[in-house]
Protein backbone atom coordinates (compact mmCIF):
# COMPACT_ATOMS: atom_id res chain seq x y z
CA UNK A 1 0.00 0.00 0.00
CA UNK A 2 1.42 3.54 -1.23
CA UNK A 3 2.11 5.92 1.78
CA UNK A 4 1.01 9.32 1.86
CA UNK A 5 2.80 12.10 3.50
CA UNK A 6 1.64 14.69 5.41
CA UNK A 7 3.68 18.04 5.84
CA UNK A 8 3.44 20.72 8.87
CA UNK A 9 4.56 23.21 6.94
CA UNK A 10 5.56 26.15 9.58
CA UNK A 11 6.58 29.88 9.25
CA UNK A 12 10.07 28.97 11.01
CA UNK A 13 9.86 25.30 11.31
CA UNK A 14 8.23 22.56 9.65
CA UNK A 15 7.58 18.45 10.26
CA UNK A 16 6.62 15.46 7.68
CA UNK A 17 5.10 12.36 8.58
CA UNK A 18 3.22 9.49 7.77
CA UNK A 19 0.35 6.98 8.88
CA UNK A 20 2.07 3.13 8.97
CA UNK A 21 -0.36 0.52 10.67
CA UNK A 22 -2.67 3.19 12.24
CA UNK A 23 -0.06 5.24 13.83
CA UNK A 24 1.07 8.62 12.86
CA UNK A 25 5.02 8.50 12.29
CA UNK A 26 7.45 11.35 12.44
CA UNK A 27 9.73 10.94 9.58
CA UNK A 28 13.89 12.29 11.56
CA UNK A 29 15.61 14.98 9.79
CA UNK A 30 18.46 14.08 8.06
CA UNK A 31 20.59 16.89 10.21
CA UNK A 32 18.79 15.55 13.47
CA UNK A 33 18.02 18.97 14.40
CA UNK A 34 17.98 20.35 18.05
CA UNK A 35 14.25 19.47 18.05
CA UNK A 36 15.23 15.73 18.88
CA UNK A 37 15.92 15.30 14.87
CA UNK A 38 12.27 16.14 14.07
CA UNK A 39 11.50 19.31 13.04
CA UNK A 40 13.36 21.26 10.26
CA UNK A 41 13.76 24.84 9.16
CA UNK A 42 11.23 25.58 6.62
CA UNK A 43 14.11 26.84 3.72
CA UNK A 44 14.68 25.41 0.80
CA UNK A 45 17.27 26.53 -1.74
CA UNK A 46 18.29 25.60 -5.15
CA UNK A 47 21.50 24.89 -5.95
CA UNK A 48 23.70 24.59 -9.13
CA UNK A 49 24.35 20.94 -7.69
CA UNK A 50 20.81 20.18 -6.78
CA UNK A 51 17.21 20.88 -3.73
CA UNK A 52 18.79 21.34 -0.61
CA UNK A 53 15.98 21.33 2.31
CA UNK A 54 16.40 22.68 6.31
CA UNK A 55 19.42 23.47 7.80
CA UNK A 56 21.91 22.72 4.93
CA UNK A 57 19.35 25.59 2.87
CA UNK A 58 19.56 28.23 6.00
CA UNK A 59 23.57 27.54 6.36
CA UNK A 60 23.50 28.77 2.49
CA UNK A 61 21.19 31.42 2.07
CA UNK A 62 23.72 34.07 3.13
CA UNK A 63 26.35 32.86 -0.27
CA UNK A 64 22.72 32.27 -2.25
CA UNK A 65 20.00 34.40 -1.57
CA UNK A 66 18.06 35.13 -4.41
CA UNK A 67 17.74 30.85 -4.64
CA UNK A 68 16.76 30.37 -1.01
CA UNK A 69 12.99 30.11 -0.30
CA UNK A 70 12.42 31.45 3.90
CA UNK A 71 9.51 32.46 5.40
CA UNK A 72 7.12 31.50 2.24
CA UNK A 73 4.10 31.31 4.73
CA UNK A 74 4.49 34.94 4.83
CA UNK A 75 4.56 35.62 1.44
CA UNK A 76 1.57 32.78 0.51
CA UNK A 77 -1.65 34.88 -0.92
CA UNK A 78 0.18 38.13 -1.24
CA UNK A 79 1.85 39.85 -4.12
CA UNK A 80 5.14 39.22 -3.23
CA UNK A 81 7.55 36.99 -5.49
CA UNK A 82 9.33 33.97 -4.21
CA UNK A 83 12.82 33.02 -5.49
CA UNK A 84 12.36 31.09 -9.02
CA UNK A 85 9.18 33.19 -10.28
CA UNK A 86 10.89 35.18 -12.22
CA UNK A 87 9.64 34.80 -15.98
CA UNK A 88 7.10 32.60 -15.71
CA UNK A 89 4.48 34.58 -15.43
CA UNK A 90 2.14 33.03 -13.05
CA UNK A 91 0.05 35.37 -10.90
CA UNK A 92 0.47 34.31 -7.17
CA UNK A 93 -1.80 36.71 -6.04
CA UNK A 94 -5.35 36.52 -4.19
Known sequence: MAKIIGIDLG??????GYMEAGTPKI????????????????VVAF????????EPAKRQAVLNPEKTVMQIKRKMGTDQPAPGDE??????GP
Open 11 to 16: TTNSEA
Open 27 to 42: IPSAEGSAYGGKMFPS
Open 47 to 54: TKDGILVG
Open 87 to 92: GRGQDR
